[in-house]
């Protein structure tokens, strides 16, 4: 069951999870999220699949099975609604947007090659149902879209587009290593930015779904290590720090696939008319095959 408090203690709303036979009792919850409009609480669950559920006051339609329920009235009661799950992405319908990290000839950046067609993620993976949790949920800045990670595939982030009545499978961006954080821009908000690596290496990567990831290696840092963005704004080209145990860094990237770039700058009002903007062209369409 998931409940939830008001700031001053007072019981708010519960959800008790959907019910769908036998599987309701092994309901399990790993990880809450917020979207940022406060219209949906998404709740990750341990057999690898994410319920949105809606705690507004009055839902005029419930989404069950792909089915709309208009006849749903809840008036003023005090229960979250489940309005939509996100299945397993191993298994969902997928988009086109599927890249896998690749290891560049040039030293400290990274590529990515865009994965075989597939009408499903085109990869399998050999995995029990007890590894199946979802580690990870974080919405972008405008609630339109989702990115999860799963636990048995810690370097995979999911893309959901979660516009609508029904949710879709976006993408997939498939790291070399584990995933260690997630960071939206909120002047773009469909960019992502993510972190991936160990103790001694990390990679920061940039993606828009349907457009080719850029990123480079990172690794004069040492121990756990965090990443964020300083300037959003497209005047000054998305201007990011990174840091760990040995101090950080500040920089931002420029070209494209493996002519990408990481200028490292000491401050950033010395380079406050150096940046180049921050625009799509920095992230070429996706080329399908013919």
């Known amino acids: 069951m998931v409940v939830i408090y008001t700031a001053?203690?007072?019981r708010f709303r519960n959800y008790e999870g959907s019910s769908t036979g036998d599987d309701d009792r092994d309901f399990g919850v790993r990880t809450v999220e917020w979207s940022p409009d406060s219209q949906l609480l998404a709740i990750g669950k341990h057999d690898g699949t994410v319920e949105?559920?809606?705690?507004?006051?009055?839902?005029?339609?419930?989404?069950?099975?792909?089915?709309?329920?208009?006849?749903?009235?809840?008036g003023g009661n005090r229960q979250f609604v489940l309005m939509a799950v996100l299945g397993d992405p191993t298994t969902e319908p997928i988009g086109r947007?599927?890249?896998v990290e690749q290891e560049s000839m040039i030293p400290d950046i990274t590529d990515y090659m865009l994965a075989p067609e597939s009408p499903v993620f085109p990869y399998t993976y050999n995995l029990s149902a007890e590894d199946r949790i979802v580690s990870n949920i974080s919405f972008n800045p405008t609630s339109s879209a989702a990115v999860t990670i799963d636990e048995s595939m810690p370097n995979i982030a999911w893309m959901w587009s979660v516009e609508g009545s029904k949710p879709t499978l976006s993408g997939a961006l498939v790291?070399?290593?584990?995933?260690?954080?997630?960071?939206?821009?909120?002047?773009?908000p469909d960019l992502l930015m993510t972190m991936s690596g160990d103790d001694t290496t990390v990679a920061v990567h940039q993606w828009l779904c349907?457009?080719?990831?850029?990123?480079?290696?990172?690794?004069?840092l040492r121990g756990r290590a965090e990443v964020g963005w300083i300037k959003t704004d497209k005047e000054m080209g998305g201007?990011?720090?990174?840091?760990?145990?040995?101090?950080?860094?500040?920089?931002?990237?420029?070209?494209?696939?493996?002519?990408?770039?990481?200028?490292?700058?000491?401050?950033?009002?010395?380079?406050?008319?150096?940046?180049?903007?921050?625009?799509?062209?920095?992230?070429?369409?996706?080329?399908?095959?013919?």
């Open 239 to 290: 201007l990011l720090w990174i840091g760990g145990q040995r101090g950080y860094e500040m920089g931002y990237l420029t070209g494209t696939g493996s002519s990408t770039q990481l200028h490292k700058v000491a401050a950033v009002d010395a380079v406050a008319e150096l940046l180049p903007p921050l625009s799509d062209a920095d992230f070429p369409l996706t080329k399908t095959e013919k």
């Open 210 to 220: 349907g457009r080719t990831p850029r990123g480079a290696i990172i690794r004069s």
């Open 175 to 188: 790291h070399s290593a584990n995933i260690k954080q997630l960071c939206w821009n909120s002047e773009i």
């Open 52 to 74: 949105l559920i809606s705690g507004t006051a009055v839902c005029l339609s419930i989404l069950r099975c792909n089915k709309v329920d208009d006849n749903a009235d809840f």
């Open 97 to 99: 947007d599927v890249y």
């Open 8 to 10: 001053d203690g007072q």
